[in-house]
């Protein structure tokens, strides 16, 4: 996974209005995390902590980024160590919860086969009335 950008670069993304909450979180919050993810050459947490980070720039719709930053603002601990043991899991749980639903399905795809349509029927039943049963004994015995 690519390394997140600076915040330099991404301000425009993240300035939402007077309040440039989105900003301070991903310059304060998330890039500590992925630069401490880096220090200590933990390749799973640095995932967890670009996890969050993209999903900050790149939110799947309007009304995921106010949510998100509320969880990462949620975060915020006075132990840096803590701080960023925070962030992991919450890219822990999006990992697990979110971006794993968009994974390809690793089993084999059975295809069942379906029963003739109701209109296949009608039209057989069209094309020769004779062999519809008269009556029930012989509708039973057709079966």
């Known amino acids: 996974m690519t390394a997140l950008p600076p915040a330099t670069e991404v301000a425009h993304l993240l300035i939402d209005g007077p309040t440039s909450t989105p900003l301070t979180a ?34 799947p719709c309007r009304e995921a980024r106010p949510t998100l930053v509320l969880e990462i603002v949620s975060c915020e601990r006075t132990d840096l160590n803590e701080r960023h ?3 992991f899991a919450l890219g822990a749980m999006y990992l697990r919860h979110l971006i794993c639903i968009f994974r390809q399905s690793r089993g084999k795809i059975t295809t069942l ?8 029927a009608m039209e057989e039943f069209r094309q020769d009335p004779l062999r519809a049963p008269r009556d029930r004994s012989s509708a039973k015995a057709s079966v």
């Open 113 to 120: 086969p379906s029963r003739p349509s109701f209109e296949r």
């Open 85 to 87: 043991e925070a962030v």
């Open 26 to 59: 991903y310059r304060t919050i998330i890039l500590p995390a992925e630069n401490a993810a880096l220090s200590k050459d933990d390749k799973t947490n640095l995932i967890h902590a670009r996890v969050v980070g993209y999903l900050l720039l790149y939110p």
